[in-house]
């Protein structure tokens, strides 16, 4: 397993360490109401303060217009939070290109980085100017280290020493253990909307995988594929196929494969639209109604389907866990999954709406490691060489 440079026994004492953060976090009217991508940061920001090192953070928040300041997606409500968190006063940089004093002990954070020409464009104008206030790089955002940005990018590059923070250190590791580290049976469960977000993870993992269970929204553009009825249930027409593809090279290579038999459905997208429970076969789903939630039938089955595993991923909630009346397939996979981990097995949640769901059903400190990786955990799970990591390793 290829190891990053490590920020422990790195020399800090009295050098700035600009430490690229992911504080990309929900905001509404001025307050935060989810710090987890905060609070994930603060390992690596305590260990630089008690090294002695002038910590420089940085972050992007939202979409705003390239170089256009929004005050909606300023970073200073992200500031106030840090700075109760840590017990600390927390410096502000209001612009990157006007260099100002750093002391050691010192935590700065500075605005929005899209604020400012050049983010997206991996610009390296802008990385020449953030490089002015680092005597060294640590990257701890992983959430962003599929783009190649210029503060994830270009900016590493161009300082001789470049390490990874705690964050990033344990995502990869933890990553490696569902792709190069594999202890059999290993089970991938995916879930969520799209079969064409998933399709280069399936792809890469499917030689490596023995048994894969398929749930979601994504589940019914396979059962569509194998011929059986899923009513107005979301279906991606231009996958189908791809999705056929899937399944016949599962059965080649021999893969277990559990798909929903049954669905808990109802005739409207909506939280308190009335429940039934239908099965995919001939006659049985009515063309008025859409799959919401894996069924009952199929949880039995997916019990005894996981029962066993030693290295288990997932990836996607198996329905639409925000409404209590279909959660009820995201909470039993979670609670089965956790079982197995209870007796051993290795397990890693990943991507933003499969670590809510986890948490809102109960597990999220009951497997092995949460990834706060969404985009940038697919492709590093699909075999693509993400652009941060590339320039932590140059």
Not at 74 to 81: A, D, T
Not at 117 to 122: A, H
Not at 258 to 268: G, H, I, N, Q, R
Request: glycine content about 10%.
């Amino acid at each position: 397993m290829q190891k990053l440079p490590s920020l422990r026994g790195a020399p800090l004492r009295g050098r700035r360490a600009f430490v690229r953060v992911d504080f990309n976090v929900p905001i509404e009217s001025g307050r935060i109401t989810d710090d987890r991508r905060i609070r994930s940061a603060l390992p690596t920001i305590r260990y630089l303060l008690e090294e002695g090192a002038a910590v420089i953070l940085c972050s992007h928040l939202g979409r705003p217009k390239d170089g256009q300041p929004d005050p909606k997606y300023s970073l200073e409500p992200v500031r106030q939070h840090l700075s109760q968190l840590l017990g600390l006063p927390v410096g502000w940089i209001p612009d990157p290109f006007q260099l100002q004093p750093v002391e050691a002990g010192q935590v700065y954070l500075m605005e929005n980085i899209r604020f400012f020409p050049g983010e997206t464009q991996n610009d390296i104008q802008l990385a020449r100017a953030l490089a002015q206030w680092a005597d060294l790089y640590v990257s701890d955002a992983f959430g962003s280290l599929h783009r190649a940005h210029a503060s994830v990018d270009a900016l590493p590059r161009l300082l001789p020493e470049r390490y990874a923070g705690f964050l990033v250190e344990a995502e990869w590791n933890n990553a490696q253990r569902v792709l190069t580290q594999i202890e059999s049976p290993y089970l991938v469960v995916v879930g969520g909307a799209k079969v064409s977000d998933k399709l280069p993870l399936l792809r890469h993992l499917l030689p490596r995988l023995d048994r894969l269970l398929i749930g979601g929204g994504m589940s019914y553009t396979f059962l569509h594929a194998m011929g059986l009825p899923v009513g107005k249930s979301l279906l991606e027409k231009d996958q189908v196929e791809a999705a056929w593809d899937i399944l016949k090279e599962a059965e080649r290579l021999g893969k277990k494969v559990l798909l929903p038999t049954d669905s808990v459905a109802a005739t409207e997208f909506r939280a308190d639209a009335p429940a039934r429970i239908f099965r995919h076969e001939a006659g049985s789903f009515p063309s008025d109604y859409m799959g919401l939630d894996i069924g009952p039938e199929t949880l039995q089955a997916a019990r005894s389907f996981i029962a066993g595993s030693r290295t288990i991923l997932w990836n996607g909630p198996m329905g639409v866990f925000e409404w209590e009346a279909f959660r009820s397939g995201t909470a039993n996979i979670g609670k089965y999954i956790a079982e197995e981990t209870a007796r051993g097995a290795y397990s890693l949640v990943g991507g933003g709406d499969t670590a809510a769901a986890a948490e809102v059903v109960g597990v999220a400190d009951k497997v092995s490691f949460i990834s706060t990786g969404g985009g940038a955990l697919l492709e590093l799970l699909a075999g693509e060489t993400l652009p941060g990591i590339a320039a932590l390793l140059s």
